[in-house]
Every structure is written in C-alpha cells, then in structure tokens.
C-alpha cells in the first residue's frame, strides 16, 4: 500500500501544472511589442514600395497598348490628321478633319464630340482627345466627316454625330473602329478623378467635366501631347498654337514648334495657376511652366535646388542624348551656345504622361513613352 502511495504522489507531481512557472513578465509583453512594432516598421514601406512598383509596370504596360492602338490609328487616318503625323490631335482648339478652311470660332468647325446643341468648349485637353478618338465619346467608335456625304442634313453640324443613334438617309453614321479596347482602359470622367480641378481652366465646366480621360494604375489621367507636324527644329516648344500658325519667339527663334504646354494646361498647371491637385502634398507639377521663353543655355542647366526655371515642360521633353551632350559641355567648363537648336523625344509622334506614384508630373518617377532624364 505505501508503494501504490508513493506511486500516486509521483504521478501527481508529474502532472502538477505549471502555468506558474511560464507566465511572461510585463517587460517581457513590452519587448515582445517593441519588436512587433518595429517589424511592422519595417514592413509597411517595404509592401507599399512594392505595391507601386506594380502599379507602376501595370501603368508601363497601359502606355505601351495605348501606342499600339495609336500606330493602328495612324495607319488608317493619316491623310486626315496631317497635321499631327496621322495621330489624333491634341490641342486645345485644333481643327476638325473637313474644316481647316472654316473660322474655328464658327459652330461648325468646333469640337464633334461636344454634344451641346453646338455649345463647344474651347479648354478640351489631350487627355480628354484621347479617349473621345480612339474610342469615342459612346464608346461606340469615333465618326469621320468623311463618312458623312454633303447630301446629309448634319454633314456640318459635328455637335450633332454623337446624339443617340442619330439617321441620316436612313442609315446610322458609319463609325472608325475601335483602337482601344474599352473593357482594358480605366476611363474617369474628369470631375470624378481623384484630385481637385482648377476651374479657372476648364471652361465650360458642365459639359467639359463629364468627358472621359485614361487613367493609370494610380486611378490618375495620362496626358497625351500630338507633336505638331512641320516643325522647324529650332522651336522645341510654344506656349500655345499661334494664329496662323505664325510664331515669334519661341526657345531660340520665330518658328514652328513641335509641342504645345497648353494641350494639357487643365490639368498641369500653367506658371502661377495651379492644375489639377491630385495628391494634398503636391505644391504644384514640375512642368507647370512652359519653358519656352527660355534659351538652349537656361535649359541645359542641370535642374537643382536653386534654379526651379530648370524644371519646366521644355526641359522634361528634351532629347536625352542632347540633354547629356549638354551636360558634358558643363562639366567640361565649356558654355552652351543659347542658339543651338533643340530636339524633342519623340519628335515625329507623341507623348504620353503618367504622373506616377507622387501624383506629380515632371518628376522622375513619372511613367512615360519616353526616357527620363537622369540629369
């Protein structure tokens, strides 16, 4: 019996619990937390840059269907967009295929996807352009004049193609194909983007804030800027087109440039008037201002705190390999002739802009179809 005892005690204390002897001290839940917390310091960044770095390619990978779809334009419609090298237009007022003779302050010869009782809107920027083109502004195909014979009734009324299911001679209005699929682009209407929009450059804002632009990963409207045809290679930029077509000024000299700052102005900004603010922190975008009063000298300057006329359109759309050139010359401590004359990227074709993750254009994280520069 005293053995079977012994026995029972050993067991129990075998078995004894012991959540006494495990508990954790209050220093211990701190240090547990300390570490917790830093790990989630660490980790926060660390997904987050990884979580742009795929919106980022996904946006890379939109720009370069968006020019696919551009060249397969371009191949069908170049004799109707001369002016632009067969690519639709970009400008704020450009001319309608079928009126380059007309006043473009006439009715007729205003914008064919305003559908306004011929109301046009003057500030329509590229980014709007864009998709009213490509895809329509139904999303149904864009209507070529030339598809419309002069025995029908709205042959000059442009304003009145888009309306429902619009007949004329009993037929519907023949439409261009689609060059971008609808269902593979993020289309926003410009007062539902994230961001807050300056007025003071959308006139017409009751009409101009429903029509649609392509937004990136970053739900952000990518610019797009038609590079102007018969350019003369000594004028990289201008403000904004000129009445018949007739420049003074200019980076170095009179003559005609290839791109236009205010194409897009709505939504950068121009000098002192902000744009579109997309992100709070955002003071404004980098290529707000033109540029083109500036010299080959003022723009090769390379950009640094202390010299903010350096960030600016002109400079950001400069051919890279001349821009390094440039650079050389600096640091070589030889001077740039301010006449030299300057080379857009993408000089015969177009541009397209995201801002990137920053919400910012003309900074070095932009996504773009073309090279940025390093310098």
Excluded at 86 to 101: A, E, N, R
Excluded at 207 to 223: A, E, G, M
């Amino acid at each position: 019996m005293k053995s079977y005892a012994r026995h029972r005690r050993s067991i129990s204390r075998r078995n004894a619990p012991t959540h006494l002897s495990a508990a954790f001290t209050l220093i211990e839940l701190l240090v547990v937390m300390f570490i917790i917390g830093v790990l989630i310091a660490i980790l926060i960044p660390a997904l987050g840059g990884a979580r742009n770095g795929a919106k980022k390619t996904a946006t890379a990978a939109l720009i370069r269907s968006i020019g696919v779809g551009l060249d397969l334009f371009k191949n069908d419609n170049e004799k109707d967009f001369r002016q632009t090298n067969g690519y639709p237009p970009s400008s704020v007022h450009p001319p309608i295929p079928g009126y380059s003779g007309l006043d473009t302050n006439k009715v007729e010869s205003r914008f064919p996807f305003i559908i306004d009782n011929g109301t046009a809107a003057r500030d329509v920027y590229g980014a709007q352009w864009l998709p009213a083109i490509m895809i329509g502004v139904d999303q149904r195909g864009y209507i070529s004049r030339r598809g419309i014979t002069k025995r029908q009734n709205i042959h000059t009324k442009p304003y009145e193609w888009y309306k429902p299911d619009p007949l004329t001679e009993g037929k519907p209005l023949p439409r261009k194909p689609l060059y971008l699929n609808p269902g593979d682009m993020n289309l926003t209407a410009v007062e539902d983007l994230p961001g807050v929009p300056n007025l003071d450059l959308f006139s017409d804002w009751d009409i101009t804030k429903r029509l649609p632009v392509i937004t990136d990963s970053f739900d952000q409207p990518i610019l797009y800027y038609a590079s102007n045809a018969g350019a003369s290679g000594k004028n990289l930029v201008a403000e904004q087109r000129a009445k018949d077509n007739v420049y003074t000024g200019g980076i170095q000299e009179a003559g005609t440039p290839y791109y236009f700052h205010r194409d897009n102005e709505g939504f950068t900004g121009h000098d002192d008037i902000p744009g579109l603010s997309i992100k709070r922190s955002a003071s404004g975008h980098a290529i707000s201002i033109s540029g083109d009063i500036l010299d080959a000298t003022e723009i090769a300057v390379p950009s640094r705190a202390g010299h903010p006329e350096t960030f600016n359109f002109a400079r950001f759309i400069m051919d890279r390999s001349q821009l390094q050139q440039f650079a050389d010359t600096i640091d070589e401590g030889k001077t740039v002739d301010p006449a030299t004359p300057l080379r857009p990227v993408n000089p015969d074709t177009y541009l397209l802009m995201s801002p990137g993750a920053d919400g910012i254009w003309g900074t070095r994280d932009d996504v773009t179809n073309f090279p940025l520069s390093t310098n």
